[in-house]
């Protein structure tokens, strides 16, 4: 459970980062105040404006960007700029929109809802009429006209994202300085500084939810450890009492009680993390569009160590009941 949480977390989180550099940008620039990983916020269209006819810039352009429920967002863009600017989009199937009803969709999205070129999806009561699919990794999974975005959403003359592209990167920290002091009340990055906020520290409550998680976990194996560990000193009173006639120490039986849950603990760390491997061909290959699930070496001892010293901390009382019983008792136990 902690490494799935955790490997959700870094996926979806690197998903985003390969996005934002599939757009081909120098420097990024926000509205103030807005969420990383949200749609949230919006700046004036003449922001762009004022940023295409700064030195140094080769082409802008401005992105809007509005949730459809979930971690699932909608991106406006003005084609013509951002194929300039990016490269444009790698086509698999079909063609750019044209059309005001029309939409492109990433090969992942189209994968998980099972759709081809043709077909039309909803979204806001408006049928968007499919047009092109194409690779996924550059800015967004499901991508319409600018202006047809702008006026469906009442965000007339509003943008979520400018990216700017300059006709020499070896100048982005002199333009950055600039920009800002011209535009002191938005956020204005590089594209690797902007990527680095994709993290944990950087997302509301995420790091709090991971914690809760990790503690609801440690408390769940402490408690299935401790129920299975005081059902087996149970069932294995009478043998317990053979050890103890033969003379058997406390320590003895409390040791051989306490490997036993390490050597499960061990191997039940082991499976978890071969687990880790299914649910993420799983959630990769079904909703990949929504979801990206991450392999984490780094936190397998992690969440070993959380499983064994769960273990140990539940098997804990119930051997020490075992090692304290009387051989008699234990002998005459039905």
Known sequence: MVLTLVGLSRGVLDDQKTRARGAGADIVIRPSGSSILGASGNMPAGILRFVQKQPHIRVATGTLIQGTGGLNSITGIDLKTFSE??????????????????????????DQHKLHIGDKIPVWDRQWTIVGIVEPGILAREIVPLDVLQNLTANTNKLTMIYAKLDDPKLTSQVIQELRQKLERYPIYSMEEFVSLYSVNNVPMLREFIIVIIGLGSLIGFLVVFLSMYTAVLERTREIGVLKALGASPEYILGILLRETAVLAVAGSILGILLTYGSSWIINSVIHGSLQQAIVPEWWPIAGAIAIVGAMIGALYPGLKAARQDAIEALSYE
């Open 85 to 110: 600017m990016s490269g444009g989009f790698r086509f698999l199937e079909g063609r750019p929109f044209s059309g005001p009803d029309e939409i492109i969709v990433d090969q992942y999205y189209a």
